[in-house]
């Protein structure tokens, strides 16, 4: 079929309802275990909901449900990621969470162009990587420590665990501008675009152009 590259079936796979709704699932997982409601075998319980995600989701349904549909899947993964960074910031320095209190906003701003199908591979495949493993592997990782010990104890290059933690969410967190940076400047240049079709469109032509 003309047009059809490598990349169709992961972009369908990737933009499916199931994957998302796996993903929000697995999401809600996390933050359970965050909480302390779940601890042994943590990780095979959010694979399993993500497991369970795909396969109760249905498969691609009537156009008129679609817009419905990736509303909902939206909403869902943001609410979850707001339930996390709610549960997980009871037990977080002060200045890991206004990190992070940035990244939630920038989360909630790029989900819909996660949604929409509009981000390009690379893009939509990095940012949602970041949001749904990097991050949550990365709080999780510093909350199995004590607070005194991450605060006072060095453990590499001259830092604290509480330090190297701070250097970790700046690292997501430029991460993610960055992505914003490339969804944005594709948008802009879609915007420079029309401009010129529009130029064209509704020049004034000259009598002698007959």
């Not at 997982?29 to 109760?56: D, K, M, R, S």
């Not at 005194?148 to 501008?177: C, E, I, R, S």
Request: hydrophobic share 50%; proline share 5%.
């Amino acid at each position: 079929m003309a047009g059809m590259t490598l990349k169709t079936p992961v972009l369908l796979a990737f933009y499916s309802t199931r994957n998302v709704v796996g993903c929000a699932l697995a999401l809600a997982g996390l933050a359970l275990f965050f909480t302390g409601i779940i601890e042994q075998w943590w990780l095979p319980i959010v694979l399993g909901l993500y497991a369970a995600g795909w396969l109760i989701a249905p498969g691609r349904g009537a156009a008129v449900e679609a817009d419905i549909k990736e509303a909902a899947s939206q909403e869902a993964l943001i609410e979850a990621m707001e339930s996390l960074f709610q549960r997980a910031r009871k037990k977080l320095p002060k200045e890991a969470v206004a990190k992070l209190e940035h990244i939630l906003q920038m989360v909630r701003e790029l989900a819909p162009k996660l949604f929409s199908g509009e981000v390009p591979l690379t893009q939509a495949l990095s940012l949602s990587g970041t949001i749904t493993r990097d991050l949550p592997e990365t709080i999780n990782h510093y909350l199995k420590l004590p607070p005194f010990f991450a605060a006072m104890t060095v453990v590499h290059d001259g830092k604290t665990p509480k330090q190297l933690f701070f250097h970790q969410l700046d690292l997501l967190d430029g991460q993610l501008v960055k992505i914003a940076e490339g969804i944005y400047r594709h948008d802009a240049d879609a915007v420079v675009a029309n401009g010129k079709f529009l130029e064209e469109k509704f020049k004034p032509m000259a009598y002698t152009d007959f």
